[in-house]
DNA sequence: AAATTAAATGCTTTTTATTGCATGAAATGA
DNA sequence: TCATTTCATGCAATAAAAAGCATTTAATTT
């Protein structure tokens, strides 16, 4: 097995079940146990997966627990920022959740008028904070991973409204792919926003541009707007450029 | 299991339950308690938690209490844990908002497997940390006082809901003029609620006894249990008794 | 194709990390 | 106050990582 696939499959498997361990991974590709090492060793200096003593952790795993700080929190600061010239006052907005919608709610200029709609309670607490926007929450059921409500009666509601634009906080993106993500629930909840929307802008860290998840949440056309921390003319923004995407 | 993954796990469920104990934690994952002690001291030491004798605070749960004070805290907590006792497994449980309400929170017992429904955005998020319990949001729009939901929509949706319990924070309450309260949009909203539910309880601090605000929300005679941190031969307590409540 | 170079791998040894246990000190609660 | 629990520390056993070296494999040049 060649040393690219074989850090490919470790990375596939710490993905899958958030741990490995050296010699699991030594059994398995018959390779010695310090050649496994070395491949953490890599992939660790790489951003890939955490190390640890006797294996490795993926990264989303140990992030969610880890990370009392935000992510990545400049570069969300920065999306958000590009992001909230797009609100204008008048405007009715829909939102989904996570830290870079936060992050947005935290930048809206001081004197805004608009009405904010999200089933996001983190979100929602945040645009309370704002002293001239509306909040309409979306009720249903709240999943206790994503701090979201989720459900049949939100997406419904969700449905009855026609907004003027929608910040879609991103999980993953591919140009072949579209938006991706790995909560069944949530991607029902993105979609419907997504059709309840005129605009709809995706707020995309440059680390997730070309990565996929499990379950599409929309075509890559469906997007109207692409905001990222980089620069509109980097080289890895060209394909979204190429398929119509106004990037901000 | 790895080191960083042991860890990773003790903060999670610091974060979820807000409190460990070394005892359980070593019982749970199989190492001796002087692993614990040495995973609790580094993981307070990178600033993720809190270390106290015996086991570790989340640090929201320990900021709450050290920033920002709650008036009259420490009957609040009573009043908690008696509420917290009416509350049984399976049940549907409808609550208002109120600092009250986010100690009752606090105080349900771990194991407790019931559905709470509520338009109180920190109310949710509180009880979003416990483990078993389901949480309903009522959605519409929000209250930036009070940060609950108000509106049609809310009170249409309690409505379809029959509730076995609701819990009521209390702002004024008076054997003659009933509870009230100050807040037109939060009245029809609570009247909803004690219309929905099977039993009606308010929680109120001794000093809210006797007192009358603008606007009824029900009459006296609506409610059934009155919890507060007094005894429930007081003097205070005796018209209320007469008047047929349930005193905890 | 042969020779050279570079990279990858495995093995051994040394160094470091992790863990549990024992001890005495400190904190807690009756 | 005293009894109990919890903590900190040092120590030893074990496991894992790192470093150095030898061998093999792949790539490049001649």
Redesign the pocket.
Known sequence: M??KE?QAFILHKVNLHNRV???DLSLEI??????I???L?ELSDEGKLI?????ALSKSFYNSFNSSKVYSLENKKCIAQKAATLIKDGMFVLTTGGTTIIELARALPENLQATFITGSLPAALEYLHHPTIEVILIGDKVSKNSQITVGGEAISKIKQIKADICFVGTNALDAEHGLTDNDWEVVQVKKAMIESSAQVVSLTIGEKINTCQRIQVCDITAIDVLVTELEADSVILQPYLKKGLKIL
């Open positions: 060649l040393k074989r361990v050296c010699g018959n390779v010695s146990e310090d050649t090492r070395r491949d060793q190390k640890a003593h006797g294996g």
